[in-house]
Protein backbone atom coordinates (compact mmCIF):
# COMPACT_ATOMS: atom_id res chain seq x y z
CA UNK A 1 0.00 0.00 0.00
CA UNK A 2 1.22 3.66 -1.11
CA UNK A 3 1.83 6.11 1.80
CA UNK A 4 -0.30 8.26 0.38
CA UNK A 5 -3.62 5.24 0.38
CA UNK A 6 -2.28 4.54 3.74
CA UNK A 7 -2.44 8.22 4.81
CA UNK A 8 -5.96 8.42 3.55
CA UNK A 9 -7.05 6.10 5.13
CA UNK A 10 -5.61 7.00 8.46
CA UNK A 11 -7.38 10.68 8.05
CA UNK A 12 -10.29 9.87 6.07
CA UNK A 13 -11.47 13.82 6.45
CA UNK A 14 -7.85 15.31 6.54
CA UNK A 15 -6.14 16.17 9.55
CA UNK A 16 -7.83 18.92 12.16
CA UNK A 17 -7.02 22.50 11.14
CA UNK A 18 -7.79 25.27 13.45
CA UNK A 19 -9.80 28.32 11.90
CA UNK A 20 -8.04 31.43 11.93
CA UNK A 21 -10.85 32.77 13.94
CA UNK A 22 -13.39 30.86 16.00
CA UNK A 23 -16.77 32.68 15.30
CA UNK A 24 -19.73 32.29 16.91
CA UNK A 25 -21.52 29.94 14.15
CA UNK A 26 -18.21 27.79 14.05
CA UNK A 27 -18.61 27.31 17.95
CA UNK A 28 -22.01 27.11 17.55
CA UNK A 29 -21.82 24.63 14.36
CA UNK A 30 -18.96 22.37 16.21
CA UNK A 31 -21.25 21.66 19.23
CA UNK A 32 -24.11 20.76 17.65
CA UNK A 33 -21.27 18.20 15.90
CA UNK A 34 -20.57 16.97 19.44
CA UNK A 35 -23.86 16.81 20.72
CA UNK A 36 -25.12 14.59 17.25
CA UNK A 37 -22.10 12.67 17.46
CA UNK A 38 -23.56 9.50 19.50
CA UNK A 39 -26.39 9.59 17.22
CA UNK A 40 -24.61 9.22 13.77
CA UNK A 41 -22.35 6.72 15.18
CA UNK A 42 -24.93 4.48 16.54
CA UNK A 43 -26.73 4.81 13.42
CA UNK A 44 -23.48 3.19 11.76
CA UNK A 45 -22.30 0.39 14.00
CA UNK A 46 -25.55 -0.86 16.09
CA UNK A 47 -25.97 -3.50 13.57
CA UNK A 48 -22.81 -4.36 12.84
CA UNK A 49 -22.28 -8.45 13.47
CA UNK A 50 -19.08 -9.17 16.03
CA UNK A 51 -16.99 -10.33 13.18
CA UNK A 52 -17.51 -6.74 11.64
CA UNK A 53 -16.48 -5.03 14.72
CA UNK A 54 -12.87 -6.53 15.13
CA UNK A 55 -12.42 -5.50 11.60
CA UNK A 56 -9.44 -3.26 11.62
CA UNK A 57 -10.48 -0.13 10.12
CA UNK A 58 -7.04 -0.02 8.40
CA UNK A 59 -3.80 -2.45 7.86
CA UNK A 60 -2.45 -2.57 11.56
CA UNK A 61 -4.88 -0.13 12.67
CA UNK A 62 -7.84 -0.40 15.23
CA UNK A 63 -10.70 -2.34 15.50
CA UNK A 64 -13.90 -0.96 14.60
CA UNK A 65 -14.77 -2.06 18.70
CA UNK A 66 -11.62 -0.42 19.76
CA UNK A 67 -12.74 2.65 17.64
CA UNK A 68 -15.80 3.23 19.29
CA UNK A 69 -14.30 2.86 22.62
CA UNK A 70 -11.40 5.54 22.45
CA UNK A 71 -14.35 7.72 21.22
CA UNK A 72 -15.79 7.00 25.15
CA UNK A 73 -12.31 7.32 25.99
CA UNK A 74 -10.82 10.55 24.53
CA UNK A 75 -14.46 12.41 24.93
CA UNK A 76 -14.44 11.94 28.49
CA UNK A 77 -10.87 13.09 28.94
CA UNK A 78 -12.13 15.98 26.76
CA UNK A 79 -15.31 16.66 29.20
CA UNK A 80 -12.46 16.74 32.55
CA UNK A 81 -10.27 19.21 30.70
CA UNK A 82 -13.13 21.66 29.95
CA UNK A 83 -13.97 21.67 33.52
CA UNK A 84 -10.51 21.94 34.93
CA UNK A 85 -10.06 24.73 32.44
CA UNK A 86 -13.07 26.04 34.08
CA UNK A 87 -12.24 25.85 37.76
CA UNK A 88 -8.45 26.38 37.56
CA UNK A 89 -6.17 28.47 36.45
CA UNK A 90 -4.70 27.26 33.56
CA UNK A 91 -4.41 23.70 34.90
CA UNK A 92 -1.33 21.09 33.55
CA UNK A 93 -3.29 18.20 32.50
CA UNK A 94 -2.93 14.65 32.84
CA UNK A 95 -2.44 13.17 29.33
CA UNK A 96 -2.84 9.56 28.72
CA UNK A 97 -1.49 6.58 26.91
CA UNK A 98 -4.78 5.94 23.95
CA UNK A 99 -2.80 3.39 22.07
CA UNK A 100 -1.84 1.36 25.35
CA UNK A 101 -5.78 1.90 26.67
CA UNK A 102 -6.90 0.73 23.35
CA UNK A 103 -5.01 -2.75 24.20
CA UNK A 104 -6.76 -3.30 28.01
CA UNK A 105 -9.58 -6.22 27.56
CA UNK A 106 -12.66 -3.73 27.36
CA UNK A 107 -11.13 -1.89 24.57
CA UNK A 108 -10.41 -5.46 22.69
CA UNK A 109 -13.38 -7.49 24.19
CA UNK A 110 -16.45 -5.63 25.86
CA UNK A 111 -19.77 -5.35 23.61
CA UNK A 112 -20.23 -1.57 22.46
CA UNK A 113 -23.97 -1.09 24.09
CA UNK A 114 -22.38 0.43 27.29
CA UNK A 115 -19.93 2.86 25.17
CA UNK A 116 -22.72 3.83 23.12
CA UNK A 117 -25.04 4.68 25.93
CA UNK A 118 -22.03 5.98 27.53
CA UNK A 119 -21.91 8.59 24.98
CA UNK A 120 -25.06 9.37 24.82
CA UNK A 121 -24.92 10.73 28.22
CA UNK A 122 -21.61 12.23 28.16
CA UNK A 123 -22.59 14.42 24.81
CA UNK A 124 -25.44 15.63 26.20
CA UNK A 125 -23.19 16.59 29.19
CA UNK A 126 -20.24 18.14 27.08
CA UNK A 127 -23.23 20.26 24.26
CA UNK A 128 -25.20 20.87 27.53
CA UNK A 129 -21.76 23.11 29.30
CA UNK A 130 -20.25 24.12 25.78
CA UNK A 131 -23.92 26.03 25.00
CA UNK A 132 -23.94 27.64 28.18
CA UNK A 133 -20.17 29.38 28.32
CA UNK A 134 -19.22 33.31 27.61
CA UNK A 135 -16.98 34.18 25.33
CA UNK A 136 -14.65 34.85 28.67
CA UNK A 137 -14.96 30.87 29.07
CA UNK A 138 -14.38 29.49 25.66
CA UNK A 139 -10.89 31.44 25.95
CA UNK A 140 -10.39 29.56 29.59
CA UNK A 141 -7.45 27.24 28.75
CA UNK A 142 -5.38 24.17 29.95
CA UNK A 143 -1.76 23.22 29.98
CA UNK A 144 -0.92 19.93 27.85
CA UNK A 145 2.19 18.44 29.76
CA UNK A 146 3.46 16.81 26.19
CA UNK A 147 4.84 19.77 24.70
CA UNK A 148 3.70 22.74 27.24
CA UNK A 149 1.25 24.34 24.96
CA UNK A 150 -1.78 26.59 25.93
CA UNK A 151 -5.14 24.82 24.92
CA UNK A 152 -8.41 26.59 25.03
CA UNK A 153 -11.93 25.15 25.77
CA UNK A 154 -12.89 27.18 21.96
CA UNK A 155 -9.70 24.71 20.61
CA UNK A 156 -11.09 21.58 22.31
CA UNK A 157 -14.63 22.15 20.74
CA UNK A 158 -13.23 22.48 17.27
CA UNK A 159 -10.72 19.68 17.83
CA UNK A 160 -13.38 17.33 19.37
CA UNK A 161 -16.05 17.74 16.44
CA UNK A 162 -13.23 17.40 14.42
CA UNK A 163 -11.99 13.69 16.65
CA UNK A 164 -15.84 11.95 16.59
CA UNK A 165 -16.24 13.06 12.81
CA UNK A 166 -12.73 11.86 12.07
CA UNK A 167 -13.25 8.34 14.05
CA UNK A 168 -16.74 8.16 12.56
CA UNK A 169 -15.09 8.57 8.79
CA UNK A 170 -13.16 5.83 9.85
CA UNK A 171 -16.06 3.62 10.14
CA UNK A 172 -18.09 4.67 7.16
CA UNK A 173 -14.86 4.43 4.32
CA UNK A 174 -14.67 0.48 6.12
CA UNK A 175 -17.99 -0.20 5.43
CA UNK A 176 -18.08 1.27 2.16
CA UNK A 177 -14.67 -0.53 0.79
CA UNK A 178 -16.10 -3.91 2.62
CA UNK A 179 -19.53 -3.21 1.31
CA UNK A 180 -21.29 -3.68 4.68
Known sequence: MENLDL???KYPIGKFIAPENYSPDYISNKIEEISSFPERLKKEVINLSDEQLETPYRP???????LIHHCAESHMNCFIRIKWALTEDKPIIKAYH???????????????????????????????????????????????????????????IGTYAWHGNHHLAHITALKKRKGW
Open 7 to 9: EKL
Open 60 to 66: EGWTVRQ
Open 98 to 156: EDLWAELPDNLTMPIQPTLSLLDGLHFRLGYIMKSLSQTELEKAFIHPENNSIVSIKQM
